[in-house]
């Protein structure tokens, strides 16, 4: 079975940081997409940043977040890794990681493999 679990969320202050964590099992990891989304009470879920596979290999970020989050990724532990620096209010979401086998997705819905998703709450 396809499992995705992420952890490190928690309540910061603005201008705090956090890192999140997703340890993936029952795939092949190098071959996938893999990326963080998320999603805040009564808005869409968005996408955060991506890392493509070993077929894309590109990285990309949201504007809202562009130099204050970083993506990485170990595929020898397939674990997938988001930095968030200087995290502001606006960044209070429920934090999900996601795959999708070779190709990145611009839309989430195609995004088969989900975690269960872990909570970061930003206070002014």
């Known amino acids: 079975q396809v499992q995705l679990v992420e952890s490190g969320g928690g309540s910061v202050q603005t201008g705090g940081s956090l890192r999140l964590s997703c340890e993936a099992s029952?795939?092949?990891?190098?071959?996938?997409?893999v990326g963080w989304f998320r999603q805040a009470p009564g808005k869409e879920r968005e996408e955060v940043a991506r890392?493509?596979?070993?077929?894309?290999?590109?990285?990309s970020y949201a504007d809202s977040v562009t130099g204050r989050f970083t993506i990485s990724r170990d595929n020898a532990v397939s674990t997938l890794y988001l930095q968030m620096n200087a995290l502001k209010p606006q960044d209070t979401a429920m934090y999900y990681c996601?795959?999708?086998?070779?190709?990145?997705?611009?839309?989430?819905?195609?995004?088969?493999?989900w975690g269960q998703g872990t909570q970061v709450t930003v206070s002014s």
């Open positions: 996601a795959v999708r086998w070779r190709l990145c997705s611009p839309v989430w819905r195609d995004w088969l493999y």
């Open positions: 029952g795939i092949t990891y190098s071959q996938y997409c």
């Open positions: 890392i493509g596979s070993e077929i894309e290999g590109s990285t």
